[in-house]
């Protein structure tokens, strides 16, 4: 009986433990972005803002806006409980009502590797250039940085609408003809996580964090002498679009970047007159609709300007991808032809490469004993050289070998130097295979990939005394084969929408020198306090400019082209493969990559200059797109602003949607060895528009899979005048296969002189 009581007690306990925590929930307030159809605005109000203020205030009483959005979606933020976003979101006139949404920032001699150096005389004259105006969303800015020097700018262009917020921390004298705009957004990050500390930030456009200075002087940096990291990559730091001028928007903090701080940043951009907006940030995936950034960019879309992403570091896993919308271009990130070797030599003879920016005092020739953190530790993770998780007396004097993930890498030396150690071999692990990325440690260290590691590892349990040295190697160029994906960088399909090939492209993002604050030292750690004016970092976060100021360059030679008609060009001239003919590889495998590590493949600027022919996207397909995704009328207008109502007699398909590159998703028929007898047929269309001179183009379809045939018709395309379309249908027959079973083709189309290449990627589940 007793017994019996007591679980009744201990269940009701349960039951208004549950009620309780319910009710917090939805007592607490949390941040939503209220999208308001602005077209259906009640007769009783004269403006908008007095309809924004009443509607909020028929749902919560104590509420107040953060922001207010006026350009690239009519409506506002604000702070609400549960309840009363269910009050707000029944109210006419309210198209949707989203929650706030937390991103990720997605952590010299790039111009020559892209052909730039060289070749200038093909880009637009700089008259032409510095009118193209960059918008950076990220950290902030370090204003001070000789990368932002405006020596030989003219005039800020006219059709620059901006301001240069001030601060204590910044003043209006640092903005000039480079930097021409800086704004900060700290409202949505306030309200979630509290006051910005300023004791550690900066309440300004002032980046204390690096990354955003690095994104922005990537994109469109001045050029710089004698730049360098330490001495290493030694020489002429410049950005793609040395003349075009650069508008930072300060959207990231210590506590992460908010979606209506960026919603926010994204709106004033248009309203200030950006032409490019360049975004390193990443976070989860979600339906369009649902996706405020999404959102945005197609209105900025719609208004001219082209977005430039990360794709994110999520790979190499399958499917990790981050800002997948076919109006963004999605970047991924390769390596260049440079290197900052380490050597590690073991007490048995051996040498193995790895990689390193420490520029401190060096190890001697001698070798000292050598130790696998493993064996160093009583954490079940010690292995991982995590903080506190070595015996100091037994790493005391030695170089330890620390295995590669969970906390940054540099952190890692610092745990080793604190308990003592001389010395550290960072030691990949399968999950990130041969990709060796250099960093500016804090003790003597050589990032190696895992065949070394494992050897390393092998000589230290085979070994009663192992021992070892290391020793730096300096900047090596000309390093083959180049590019090669990064291990780091996101992988398709795209799991949002599997027919739009992502990435799109991918441009150098491995070991990229560039601008940094003086806020932190170049690791980035507390306890670093070095000063640099520039960094070397990784990330597809440092891929993402590249296009960005690419794009800048391409706009300036074409003012009259759209952003579609930019990203076609980037990509339909990309390259995937070698001199020599073989692909591009992934250094994860070691093998040839696909389309889904690279889309369309590594940006090439100067083909991209003359494409020939561009698949240009207009609101028209995307609405096409929208109704073929069997979204409602109210849903497109999120988008589009529109009245528009999908057509009930009309077959829409979203692979029909007018992109440079092809993905095809095909189910597995049941049946013994996956139905390998049945066929599919799936047909996509497609309109070219010339950019070049009248010419007739003959096409030509390349294929690595036998169980899929493909037809093009027409087989030739003839245009005789500028701007020109034509459209032409590619039919896949396909046999079915097993799930999971991936393949790959190519399309071109080519006049001789031009080849407009798209990749094919199949996918059976």
């Known amino acids: 009986m007793r017994t019996w009581r007591l679980s009744i007690l201990v269940f009701l306990s349960f039951q208004f433990a549950l009620i309780v925590a319910e009710e917090i929930e939805h007592r607490q307030k949390n941040t939503y972005i209220v999208h308001m159809d602005k077209s259906n605005m009640p007769e009783t109000f004269n403006d908008h803002f007095q309809w924004y203020e009443t509607s909020l205030k028929m749902a919560s009483s104590s509420a107040d806006m953060l922001y207010t959005y006026n350009n690239i979606v009519h409506g506002f933020s604000t702070r609400l409980t549960t309840e009363e976003a269910e009050l707000l979101r029944g109210q006419l006139g309210i198209l949707s009502v989203l929650p706030e949404a937390r991103y990720e920032l997605h952590t010299t001699r790039t111009p020559q590797f892209l052909g730039l150096g060289q070749s200038d005389a093909f880009f637009p004259q700089a008259d032409l250039a510095s009118e193209v105006i960059v918008g950076v969303l990220d950290t902030g800015v370090w204003p001070e940085l000789k990368s932002f020097d405006d020596t030989g700018l003219g005039p800020v262009p006219s059709s620059w609408r901006g301001e240069c917020e001030t601060s204590k921390t910044f003043a209006l004298s640092s903005c000039n003809r480079k930097l021409i705009g800086a704004r900060f957004f700290p409202r949505g990050y306030e309200a979630t996580v509290g006051p910005v500390n300023e004791t550690f930030e900066s309440r300004s456009p002032r980046d204390d964090d690096g990354h955003g200075s690095h994104t922005s002087t990537t994109a469109a940096g001045s050029p710089v002498e004698g730049a360098s990291l330490f001495g290493f990559a030694a020489g002429t730091a410049r950005g793609m679009a040395t003349h075009a001028r650069v508008a930072a928007y300060k959207v990231c903090w210590l506590g992460g970047c908010f979606s209506s701080d960026i919603l926010a940043a994204m709106d004033k951009a248009v309203e200030d007159g950006v032409n490019v907006l360049s975004m390193s940030i990443g976070g989860g995936l979600t339906d369009y609709t649902g996706d405020s950034i999404s959102i945005g960019a197609f209105r900025a879309m719609e208004q001219g300007i082209l977005i430039s992403c990360s794709a994110g570091n999520g790979g190499p896993a399958s499917g990790s991808l981050s800002n997948v919308a076919p109006w963004i271009t999605t970047v ?208 597809t976060s440092m891929s993402c400019p590249h296009v960005s100021g690419l794009a800048a360059l391409l706009k300036a030679a074409h003012p009259d082209w759209s952003p579609a008609a930019v990203k076609s060009a980037l990509m339909t ?34 083909a991209a200059l003359d494409p020939g022919l561009v698949y240009d996207t207009t609101v028209d397909d995307y609405l096409g797109f929208f109704c073929a995704l069997d979204y409602r009328q109210d849903q497109i207008k999120r988008f589009t602003n529109r009245d528009f109502a999908c057509d009930t007699n009309k077959k829409y398909s979203v692979g029909d949607l007018n992109y440079p590159s092809f993905a095809v998703p095909l189910q597995t028929a049941s049946g013994k060895g996956g139905g390998s007898g049945e066929l599919t047929v799936v047909k996509y269309t497609r309109t070219l528009t010339n950019v070049g001179t009248p010419a007739t183009y003959k096409v030509s379809v390349s294929s690595q899979i036998s169980s899929v045939k493909i037809s093009v018709d027409p087989e030739s395309l003839t245009f005789s005048q500028p701007n020109e379309k034509k459209s032409y249908t590619v039919t896949f027959t396909a046999s079915s296969m097993p799930s999971g079973m991936t393949g790959f083709a190519h399309l071109e189309w080519s006049d001789g002189k031009h080849v407009v290449r798209s990749p094919v990627a199949f996918s059976w589940t």
């Not at 954490?379 to 007396?393: H, T």
């Not at 180049?482 to 599997?498: I, Y």
């Not at 990309?574 to 692909?583: E, H, I, L, S, V």
């Open 332 to 539: 991924g990130a390769g390596t260049l032809d440079r290197d900052f070797p380490a050597f590690v030599m073991l007490g048995d003879g051996k040498k193995f490469s790895g990689s390193s920016l420490y520029s401190g005092k060096p190890l001697s020739d001698s070798l000292i004993p050598l130790i696998y953190a493993g064996n160093a530790t009583t954490s079940p993770n010690g292995k991982l050289c995590i903080p506190g998780s070595l015996i100091p007396s037994k790493v005391a004097g030695k170089i330890v070998v620390c295995d590669r993930g969970s906390n940054p890498r540099v952190q890692k030396g610092l745990v080793v130097k604190d308990a003592g150690g001389s010395g550290m071999v960072l030691a990949n692990t399968d999950y990130f295979g041969e990709e060796q990325v250099a960093d500016a440690h804090l003790l003597p260290t050589a990032a190696v990939g895992q065949k070394a590691g494992d050897s390393i590892k092998s000589y230290i349990s085979s070994d009663p005394s192992p021992m070892a040295t290391i020793s730096p190697g300096g900047t090596q160029v000309d390093v083959q084969p180049s590019p090669v994906v990064a291990s780091f960088s996101s992988r398709g399909p795209n799991l949002v929408t599997p027919e739009i090939l992502k990435p799109d492209i991918i441009a150098p993002g491995v070991n990229i020198l560039a601008g940094w604050t003086e806020a932190v030292g170049p690791s980035g750690l507390e306890v670093d306090t070095r000063k640099v004016s520039f960094n070397i970092v990784s990330g």
């Open 573 to 606: 001239t990309a390259y995937n493969t070698y001199r020599g003919g073989k692909t591009i590889q992934d250094v994860a495998t070691g093998s040839p990559a696909t389309p889904f590590d690279y889309g369309a493949g590594h940006v090439n600027p100067i």
